[in-house]
Structure formats: structure tokens, C-alpha cells
Antibody, heavy 114, light 112 residues
């Protein structure tokens, strides 16, 4: 069955960068987009951006444009989300999801604290 | 960004009774291909989100048939015909028509 397995929790200082991975299995990686969604404490789910795993095209929410980079490694069936200039309000659970929310990873908690 | 608004935000329901959640958008969700990309997402306590319904009314595999979706344009509804204990959690509507995709605030379903 389809699985999206994300990397483990991260603790970062303000101003630092974080890179979260999402390893896919159970389907042909290049036939679907992978998107990233975050959930800050007490907030609604928020769509950040996505990548077409077949051709590498990316699209970002304007809110995250310039601060987030989404990439993929087709040989490893893995997508990555890197966020820079971290702030305390970036503390959240970060999820990868296949297509329009078809399947979801287990989430990666990123904590930004001095 | 398209604003998605759900009601109610809290939904206490007796086991075995029906439940209904409404979702509205401030723009039509009909895409240029004629499809309406409105999904319903369930998030049980401590779990990842899970898609229940896609394109307004299509149930995902392994989703019980007590869940149904309806609506068109800017107004949508999720119905649970008979609530079971495993249905406890937060339900989100989500639009995938306009970029960036956006979610409603979430409706917390609890058992009375």
C-alpha cells in the first residue's frame, strides 16, 4: 500500500534552516505531485507548496515563496522541503501529501526556539 | 486566497445519530475542466489527516458509506448518517481548485 514516511522531529534556533524528507513507496513516484502542508498549534491546515515528481516543476504559496524550497530525488522516491530564516511562529507539524491530499505522511514536528 | 468557512466549529453528537457539516467558499470552486475540487479531510486525535471525500461527493476507498458529500459552486456539505465512536476528530473541507489550496477552520466532532 502507499506509504509516505517522513524524517524525524527537529529543534532549530531562530534564523536557522530545516530540511524535512518524505520517502514514498507503494506507487510510481513520478506519476504524482507531492505537496507540503503545515499545522501550527491551534491553527488550521496550511498549504505551502508542491512539486511535480515527474518533471520537477514546483509551485509555492505566495506566503512561503522565497523562504521554502521543495525538491525531489526520483532515484530515492523522496521529496524534500527546506525552509530558511526560521521564526518561532514556524513551530508546527509539517506533513507531506500525495496529490490533492490522497495520502499523508505521519508528520514532522519542527520546533523553533532560542 | 480562497477563504473556506465551516459551520459549526464544534459538533457534539449522540452515537447513532446523524451529523452534518457545512462549508462555504468565497469563490466558485468549479475548475476550468468542469470539475469541482472540494475534498473533505478527517483528522482523528493524534493522527495524520486522511481524505474521506474528493470532488464533492466521491468516497475514498475504505471510507464507510455512512459518509457522504454534496454541494456545488460555493456551498458544500458533509453528512454522517449514523455517528460511530471512531468518527471523533476534526473535519476540514479543502479546496484544490484555486492555488494555493486552502482549508476550512475545522469542525470538531465529539460524542455527547
Amino acid at each position: 500500500q502507499v506509504q509516505l514516511v517522513q524524517s524525524g522531529a527537529e529543534v532549530k534556533k531562530p534564523g536557522a534552516s530545516v530540511k524535512v524528507s518524505c520517502m514514498a513507496s507503494g506507487y510510481i513516484f513520478t506519476t504524482y505531485t507531492i505537496h507540503w502542508v503545515r499545522q501550527a498549534p491551534g491553527q488550521r491546515l496550511e498549504w505551502m507548496g508542491g512539486i511535480n515528481a515527474g518533471n520537477g516543476d514546483t509551485r509555492y504559496s505566495q506566503k512561503f515563496q522565497g523562504r521554502v524550497t521543495i525538491t525531489s530525488d526520483t532515484s530515492a522516491s523522496t521529496a524534500y522541503m527546506e525552509m530558511g530564516s526560521l521564526r518561532s511562529d514556524d513551530t508546527a507539524l509539517y506533513y507531506c501529501t500525495r496529490g490533492g491530499g490522497i495520502d499523508w505522511g505521519q508528520g514532522t514536528l519542527v520546533t523553533v526556539s532560542s | 486566497d480562497v477563504v473556506m468557512t465551516q459551520s459549526p466549529l464544534s459538533l457534539p453528537v449522540t452515537l447513532g445519530q446523524p451529523a452534518s457539516i457545512s462549508c462555504g467558499s468565497n469563490q466558485s470552486l468549479v475548475y476550468s475542466d468542469g470539475n469541482t475540487y472540494l475534498n473533505w479531510i478527517q483528522q482523528r486525535p493524534g493522527q495524520s489527516p486522511r481524505r474521506l471525500i474528493y470532488k464533492v461527493s466521491n468516497r475514498d476507498s475504505r471510507v464507510p458509506d455512512r459518509f457522504s458529500g454534496s454541494g456545488s459552486g460555493t456551498d458544500f456539505k458533509l453528512k454522517i448518517s449514523r455517528v460511530e465512536a471512531e468518527d471523533v476528530g476534526v473535519y476540514y473541507c479543502m479546496q484544490g481548485t484555486h492555488w494555493p489550496y486552502t482549508f476550512g477552520q475545522g469542525t470538531k466532532l465529539e460524542i455527547k
